[in-house]
Antibody, heavy 111, light 112 residues
Framework: EVQLVESGGGLVQPGRSLKLSCAAS????????MAWVRQAPKKGLEWVAT????????YYRDSVKGRFTISRDNAKSTLYLQMDSLRSEDTATYYC????WGQGVMVTVSS | DVVLTQTPVSLSVTLGDQASISCRSS???????????LEWYLQKPGQSPQLLIY???NRFSGVPDRFIGSGSGTDFTLKISRVEPEDLGVYYC?????????FGAGTKLELK
């Protein structure tokens, strides 16, 4: 059974950092590009970043470029999102996604 | 950025009816390799999104054949024949042809 389990979310003050993790199982993680997608409360889906299957290429939406870093450890079947200089508009549920999606992890940026 | 315009915003149906959702792109979604990276997702109430269709018309594993994706270039459609209770929720189209990737705003499918 395919599972993507996100962790690392929580309440953080503006300007601080947070690192999300996504542990994958049930499929060959290293074969797939992976992405982070977020959803602000009561809003639609917003693509955040993608990393290629081997980690050699990364892509970001403009609003997070220079602040967020997507990475992966294929030996551990784990995807990461390092989020620095967080802003209130980054408040959302963050999903780890390939063909399957995790259950999401909430990130709240507030003082 | 590529804008995906979904219509209608909401759709009220009777169980067993057909439903049709349009997704129009501000640019062609055919990539230089000839592939069109257009996908459809369903987010059921209180759940994570799930992949229904990839590459315009390919059903993902386990997706019933009442879900039919079609289209090309800038104009795409998801048809659901014989709507069932488990089909209710918000449908999103998504493009991964252009950077940044983008989602449509969503279409809510609900019961009349």
């Amino acid at each position: 059974e395919v599972q993507l389990v996100e962790s690392g979310g929580g309440l953080v003050q503006p300007g601080r950092s947070l690192k999300l993790s996504c542990a994958a199982s049930g499929f060959t993680f290293s074969d797939y590009n992976m992405a982070w997608v977020r959803q602000a409360p009561k809003k639609g889906l917003e693509w955040v970043a993608t990393i290629s299957y081997d980690g050699s290429s990364t892509y970001y939406r403009d609003s997070v470029k220079g602040r967020f870093t997507i990475s992966r450890d294929n030996a551990k079947s784990t995807l990461y999102l390092q989020m620095d200089s967080l802003r209130s508009e980054d408040t959302a549920t963050y999903y780890c996604a390939s063909q399957y999606w995790g259950q999401g992890v909430m990130v709240t940026v507030s003082s | 950025d590529v804008v995906l315009t979904q219509t209608p915003v909401s759709l009220s149906v009777t169980l067993g009816d057909q439903a049709s959702i349009s997704c129009r792109s501000s640019q062609s979604l055919e990539y230089s390799d000839g592939y069109t990276y257009l996908e459809w997702y369903l987010q059921k109430p209180g759940q994570s999104p799930q992949l229904l269709i990839y590459g315009v018309s390919n059903r993902f594993s386990g997706v019933p054949d009442r879900f039919i994706g079609s289209g090309s270039g800038t104009d795409f459609t998801l048809k659901i024949s014989r709507v069932e209770p488990e089909d209710l929720g918000v449908y999103y189209c998504f493009q991964a042809t252009h950077d940044p990737n983008t989602f449509g705003a969503g279409t809510k499918l609900e019961l009349k």
